[in-house]
């Protein structure tokens, strides 16, 4: 986190004070630092020095407009899963040919509007959507620039449920089955080959599945190239990790130079898709102690915060940890007691942290760290609670990105039956 300091015994965003902004904007409330995001951004880049390469920002990691925009400033490419976050690229002024669209199930209509706004490319995920795509690019006098998204059934040592390249896993085609799709693809009037792409899973930690996959779509590859199909460009996915405690993946550098060690005999444009390596230690989530509450059959207390699950869902979903710091140091407190950091949300699940060595008081002030990626963008009302608001800071400088949701904006588009 390094755009997060301590400053007098006080968390500081740049050179705003995280309290300045909790007492401003109140509580929950994410904050992000602008030269964190741009910073890691240009650590890719950099990265592949004078090789062809595309930058495309997984969205999903964190779709708010401010962040999306600071990208497409940058001219970064952005790898988009729905409709929506293809608005969402669009009015942050991204430009459509730099966008990759993924997902295993888009709609005729999410498919229109891509080709209809000109997109880079769209990664074909089954033969049912190959053949989808072309019949609406055929309708639209258009050709979809495509590349299928293999499979290559790496196990990425990750969280099960963010691990994506394993064969059973729902995203992608086989690599024997890209074969056929490939030579099928080549003969449809509406469809332009164009790359191969893979994305084998998220908070991978080693380099070691990431070289595992790009030995197996290079085989493909040749396969194809004897089959007379050329593609252009080869998409990694996302998926770098980052330390969220003790974690030690490698650098942006260390990872793009191993890509490249193993590529450079080609001629492929390399794209990556990095979502949570350039935003995760971007960002935090400021909460305040409501109440401390002893619990029954510990020696332990629970911190009952107004941040819950449904502001962020990772500790809830998968157990994730997040560091939980306060944001004002006692200096005078010496004795730490253990707490279980939870939410007000009427499930076991909300938890944000568990068995925390601190010393809290209600009204302090916590940050959680490494929340900018998958935090706000994984939000939801659950319990009627409105979703918290964002900040971006720069330099001295703060912007509330997001206003927090009010109640009346809450229920505004609900009706109740007439009789
Ligand atoms: N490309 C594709 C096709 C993806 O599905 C993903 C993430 C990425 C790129 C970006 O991966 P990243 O660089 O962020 O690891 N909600 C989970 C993470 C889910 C990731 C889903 N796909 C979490 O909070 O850990």
Same mark, same amino acid.
């Given at each position: ?6 400053? $007098?015994? +006080?968390?500081? /965003? =740049?050179?705003?004070? !995280?309290?300045? #902004? *909790?007492?401003?904007? %109140? ?28 930058i ?45 669209f ?6 005729i ?13 769209? $990664?074909? +995920?089954?033969? /049912? =959507?190959?053949?989808? !795509?072309?019949? #609406? *690019?055929?309708?639209? %006098? ?129 794209h ?29 207390y ?46 076991t699940a ?35 609670r ?5 900040v ?10 997001r ?12 009706m109740?039956?007439?009789?």
């Amino acid at each position: 986190m390094d755009y997060f300091k301590l400053n $007098n015994y +006080e968390w500081f /965003a =740049e050179d705003v004070s !995280l309290c300045t #902004i *909790a007492k401003e904007v %109140g509580t929950p409330c994410y904050v992000y630092s602008r030269a964190a995001l741009e910073n890691k951004w240009h650590a890719f880049d950099k990265a592949f020095n004078n090789y062809p390469h595309q930058i495309n920002y997984a969205v999903k990691a964190n779709s708010n407009l401010a962040v999306l925009n600071i990208f497409a400033r940058l001219n970064s490419g952005f790898d988009i899963v729905s409709g929506g976050e293809l608005e969402r690229v669009l009015k942050a002024n991204g430009n459509p040919e730099k966008i990759i669209f993924s997902g295993v199930g888009k709609t005729i209509d999410e498919l229109t509007k891509a080709l209809q706004v000109g997109i880079g490319c769209i $990664n074909v +995920e089954s033969e /049912a =959507e190959l053949l989808r !795509l072309n019949e #609406i *690019a055929i309708n639209l %006098g258009k050709k979809a620039t495509i590349a299928f998204r293999v499979n290559p059934d790496v196990d990425p040592k990750s969280h099960p449920y963010i691990s994506t390249g394993l064969k059973e896993n729902k995203f992608g085609v086989s690599i024997l089955e890209a074969k056929t799709l490939y030579q099928q693809a080549s003969k449809l009037k509406g469809i332009k080959i164009q790359g191969l792409a893979f994305h084998i899973g998220s908070q991978i930690t080693s380099l070691e599945p990431f070289l595992e996959a790009i030995d197996k779509v290079l085989e493909l590859n040749q396969d194809l190239n004897r089959m007379g199909i050329a593609i252009s460009h080869l998409n990694l996915g996302g998926g770098l990790g980052v330390c969220y405690h003790a974690e030690m993946p490698p650098t942006p550098s260390a990872y793009v130079s191993a890509l490249l060690a193993k590529l450079q005999q080609t001629d492929l444009v390399i794209h990556i898709e990095p979502g949570r390596a350039i935003t995760a230690n971007a960002g935090v989530l400021l909460t305040r102690v409501e109440y401390i509450k002893k619990q029954e059959l510990k020696d332990r207390y629970f911190a009952i915060v107004d941040a819950a699950m449904n502001d962020l869902l990772r500790p809830a979903l998968y157990e994730a940890w997040q560091d939980i710091v306060p944001v004002k140091l006692r200096h005078n407190e010496t004795t730490l007691y253990n707490y279980d950091i939870v939410g007000p949300i009427c499930e076991t699940a909300d938890f944000l942290g568990k068995d925390r060595s601190l010393f809290l008081e209600p009204n302090d002030l916590l940050m959680i760290c490494s929340a900018g990626a998958y935090g706000f963008s994984m939000s939801s009302n659950y319990n009627s609670r409105p979703r918290v608001a964002e900040v971006m800071v720069d330099n001295n400088n703060f912007y509330t990105i997001r206003p927090r949701e009010d109640l009346t904006e809450l229920m505004k588009t609900e009706m109740m039956l007439p009789f």
